[in-house]
């Protein structure tokens, strides 16, 4: 969730490295964004991003 509007780059990569999912928004609304993996297969994705520039913490995504 953003607390705030900024810019905002998402990044979500399945096990094998290859992006699977994007957004770009260099003036994002605050609020929450959608991760849609709909079509991927079940599994591990990681999401990477930055938030105004400076980069975020990696997370995994585990999709049943």
């Known amino acids: 969730t953003l607390l705030r ?3 905002l780059q998402l990044e979500v990569f399945d096990v094998t490295g290859k ?3 994007s ?3 260099s ?3 605050s609020g929450e964004i959608e991760i ?3 079509g991927r297969p079940a599994g591990i ?3 990477r991003g ?3 520039g400076q980069a975020l913490n990696g997370h ?3 999709k049943w």
């Open 23 to 25: 957004h770009e928004n």
């Open 60 to 62: 995994k995504l585990i």
């Open 36 to 38: 849609d993996l709909a």
């Open 5 to 7: 509007p900024a810019a």
């Open 19 to 21: 992006k699977v999912w």
């Open 27 to 29: 003036a994002a609304l």
């Open 50 to 52: 930055t938030v105004d």
């Open 45 to 47: 994705y990681f999401v």
